[in-house]
Nanobody
């Protein structure tokens, strides 16, 4: 079992920054990858960025490459998503999810554990 809790969302102006946190706990986290997703109202859930707990390999979708940075702190069981140059189109609920075998691909059913999400709103 892996438990995930997101935090750090909020209201930010266009061009601003936020850092989201995902607190992960459970057995053998080194076996997992953590991926950030987001879902805006009326839209499908979108995968953004992924990191392997074991070796720190990272992956980004094109829409956030260069603006978002994913990182981890193994000792604390934390995964972070630094988001810069935020745009109104980034408004969504952001989730972190865990997949075994260091999987960072697009198959949603491979992500066994999900957090409850944190709201990010980019607006004046």
């Amino acid at each position: 079992q892996v438990q995930l809790v997101e935090s750090g969302g909020g209201l930010v102006q266009p061009g601003g920054s936020l850092r989201l946190s995902c607190a992960a706990s459970g057995y053998t986290l080194d076996y997992y990858a953590i991926r950030w997703f987001r879902q805006a109202p009326g839209k499908e859930r979108e995968g953004l960025s992924c990191i392997s707990f074991s070796d720190g390999r990272t992956y980004y979708t094109d829409s956030v490459k260069g603006r978002f940075t994913i990182s981890r702190d193994n000792a604390k069981g934390m995964v972070y998503l630094q988001m810069n140059s935020l745009e109104p189109e980034d408004t969504a609920v952001y989730y972190c999810a865990a997949a075994g075998s260091w999987y960072c691909g697009p198959q949603m059913d491979r992500y066994e554990y999900w957090g409850e999400g944190t709201q990010v709103t980019v607006s004046l």
